[in-house]
């Protein structure tokens, strides 16, 4: 899909936890972005020294129904870009440019993914969930999505997961709270950070493919663990999520 260049209006945007905001875009044109699951869109802001360009993955679910182009912006202390977003008001308009990013699902074969995230980092796996839930059609394939946040009020689109796993017995949930634990905590609830709970999930090379979206911490401590694992380059694959200028 080449890269267009085009303004987005501002649709809709709520609060989806008590620090990401979802805003959901129209493209000004009329037209409706074609992306792959798993890629992200830019959006240029107007900062008082320079003009910053921002990516976010894109959160639409495909084949949903869901025209608008949707994205999920986590508060960040002093941030330049995200004060703007998080102030943004229906009708206003921004510069974007997309589809972007090679952070997508291939044609690997029966295998177990093992999506990793921190944060608004999930966001590229439930766009995954169509395609992810064709191939888990096939009891050859398996899904161990791990989740990494503060607190439960934090769980970004955590609804959306636990129906998968109900659906699939193929399809495991973890959660990693750094902070505190649910009161009733599930039975693949866990407290610490993500790359705390590698072990737990008994990693193949021979087997798995991992994918790492997030906090750069997180990504560069799990690519480490699978690297000292054996793990081939291209089965590790990573999205940080740090600003470009
Ligand atoms: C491919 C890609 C996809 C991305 N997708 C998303 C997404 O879906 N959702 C999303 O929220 N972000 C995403 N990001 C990150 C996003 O592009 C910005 O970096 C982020 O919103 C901060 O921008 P800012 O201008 O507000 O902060 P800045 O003004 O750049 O940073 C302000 C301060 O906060 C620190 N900081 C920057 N980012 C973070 C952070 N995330 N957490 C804590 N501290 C931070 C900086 O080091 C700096 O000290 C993505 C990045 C990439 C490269």
Not at 65 to 91: K, N, Y
Not at 106 to 112: I, L, P, V, Y
Not at 197 to 225: F, K, R, S, T, W
Request: with cysteine.
């Amino acid at each position: 899909m080449a890269v267009q260049k085009f303004e987005v209006v501002l649709d809709s945007a709520r609060m989806i936890t008590p620090r990401v905001r979802e805003l959901a875009f129209r493209r000004k044109d009329g037209a409706v972005l074609d992306f792959e699951p798993g890629q992200f869109i830019s959006v240029m802001i107007q900062s008082p020294e320079k003009l910053l360009r921002r990516s976010y993955s894109i959160a639409t679910v495909p084949e949903s129904g869901d025209e608008l182009l949707r994205i999920a912006v986590a508060h960040v202390e002093g941030g330049r870009a995200t004060s703007h977003l998080f102030a943004m008001q229906p009708g206003d308009e921004l510069p974007a440019i997309g589809p972007a990013g090679r952070f997508v699902l291939r044609d690997d074969g029966h295998c177990r993914y093992v999506l990793l995230a921190t944060g608004t980092g999930v966001t590229p796996y439930r766009a995954f969930l169509p395609e992810l839930r064709r191939r888990l059609k096939d009891p050859k394939n398996s899904v161990d999505l791990v989740l990494g946040v503060r607190n439960p009020e934090e769980l970004l689109y955590g609804e959306d997961f636990l129906a998968m796993e109900e659906e699939f017995g193929n399809f495991r949930f973890f959660a990693c709270y750094s902070r505190d634990m649910p009161e009733t905590p599930r039975e693949r609830d866990r407290k610490g950070y993500v790359q705390e709970h590698l072990d737990e999930l008994a990693l193949d090379p021979a087997h798995d493919v991992i994918y790492l979206c997030g906090n750069p911490g997180m990504i560069d401590a799990a690519a480490e663990y699978c690297d000292k694992a054996g793990f081939p380059i291209a089965n590790v694959r990573r999205e940080k999520y740090v600003s470009s200028n």
